[in-house]
């Protein structure tokens, strides 16, 4: 299995970006999808994750209405649309996923063990 993340570059305070996670190599709807971010000297945090289904997502409070995850089943690929951006969401941005995660619930974050190539957002003042 492969995710691989594109999407990222430097963007204005107040613009938005959208960062891609395309995954091969098995069937994609089995997947839980969630993406972290890991700015400078910091450590890696959860931002957002959707469900197998689509029905459910999670985010962080400080992505909450600013940030918005999906997906698409035909494209095997899960979306991070990003509005709103801010300095502080500066950072390597992370997809990943649960190997062995077997329902829609969404898990917690030590359960993803799947790990794309982060991709850099920079957002500049």
């Known amino acids: 299995v492969q995710l691989q993340a594109f999407g990222g570059g430097s963007v204005q305070a107040g613009g938005s970006a959208r960062l891609s996670c395309e995954v091969s190599?098995?069937?994609?709807?089995?997947?839980?999808m969630g993406w972290f971010r890991q700015a400078p000297g910091s450590e890696r945090e959860f931002v957002a994750a959707i469900s197998w289904s689509g029905g459910k997502t999670s985010y962080a409070d400080s992505v909450k209405g600013r940030f918005t995850i999906s997906r698409d089943y035909g494209k095997n690929t899960a979306y991070l649309q990003m509005n709103s951006l801010k300095p502080e969401d500066t950072a390597v941005y992370f997809c990943?996923?649960?190997?062995?995660?077997?329902?829609?619930?969404?898990?917690?974050?030590?359960?993803?063990?799947?790990w794309g190539q982060g991709t850099l957002v920079t957002v500049s003042s």
């Open positions: 190599g098995r069937r994609f709807s089995m997947y839980i």
């Open positions: 990943a996923a649960p190997e062995h995660h077997y329902s829609d619930n969404i898990p917690p974050v030590e359960e993803y063990d799947l």
